[in-house]
T-cell receptor
Framework: GAGVSQSPSNKVTEKGKDVELRCDPISGHTALYWYRQSLGQGLEFLIYFQGNSAPDKSGLPSDRFSAERTGGSVSTLTIQRTQQEDSAVYLC??????????FGPGTRLLVL | KNQVEQSPQSLIILEGKNCTLQCNYTVSPFSNLRWYKQDTGRGPVSLTIMTFSENTKSNGRYTATLDADTKQSSLHITASQLSDSASYICVVSDRGSTLGRLYFGRGTQLTVWP
């Protein structure tokens, strides 16, 4: 069956530009998570959506980061005015609660 | 502060040998603990998930233990294979409701040599 998909797979952008990363969760999963993983580092929680509840945004590193989830399905993570330190792999996962999380392949972002 | 600490940071073993990875957490309240395997360039994949009442759970050559009193968990890998080379991540959930927040350790990087 289809897993979690993310697009683009890779993104190279210039410092100061805005980028949008997309996540298509597994159909029927009510929970969706965004994480960031810098080279050689552990996973860093960014934001968590659960159904129609207000998202847990406590992991967003700055107000340049925002995310939305339309119709309880697809999610978009937006980074405005990108900085070089934003370069990382951005991972999306769906599932939640007591269920196993299923991760997507990630989007590798490089800010020049 | 809710934290998950893993040790060792990295580990090298010979193929066929056993190893044990450690995870200590301070997450409270505790709901469940998961171990993930992350191959290089891939997303993490779940190995085991244990709730408060479970002390051990196996998945093939992987056996996880949990001591909720001391807030410690271990992942034991038996008869290691080259394909076991990966990062192993300990993840703790702070509540059993659908608004569960997950706390990740930094992972143990395991390398299996032939």
């Amino acid at each position: 069956g289809a897993g979690v998909s993310q697009s683009p797979s890779n993104k190279v952008t210039e410092k100061g530009k805005d980028v949008e990363l997309r996540c298509d969760p597994i159909s029927g999963h009510t929970a969706l998570y965004w994480y960031r993983q810098s080279l050689g580092q552990g996973l860093e929680f960014l934001i968590y959506f659960q159904g129609n509840s207000a998202p847990d945004k406590s992991g967003l590193p700055s107000d340049r980061f925002s995310a939305e989830r339309t119709g309880g399905s697809v999610s978009t993570l937006t980074i405005q005015r990108t900085q070089q330190e934003d370069s990382a792999v951005y991972l999306c996962a769906s599932g939640g609660g007591q269920e196993t999380q299923y991760f997507g392949p990630g989007t590798r972002l490089l800010v020049l | 502060k809710n934290q998950v600490e893993q040790s060792p940071q990295s580990l090298i073993i010979l193929e066929g040998k056993n190893c044990t990875l450690q995870c200590n957490y301070t997450v409270s309240p505790f709901s469940n603990l998961r171990w993930y395997k992350q191959d290089t360039g891939r997303g993490p994949v779940s190995l085991t998930i244990m709730t408060f009442s479970e002390n051990t759970k196996s998945n093939g050559r992987y056996t996880a233990t949990l001591d909720a009193d001391t807030k410690q968990s271990s992942l034991h890998i038996t008869a290691s294979q080259l394909s076991d080379s990966a990062s192993y991540i300990c993840v703790v959930s702070d509540r059993g409701s659908t608004l569960g927040r997950l706390y990740f350790g930094r992972g143990t990087q395991l390398t299996v040599w032939p």
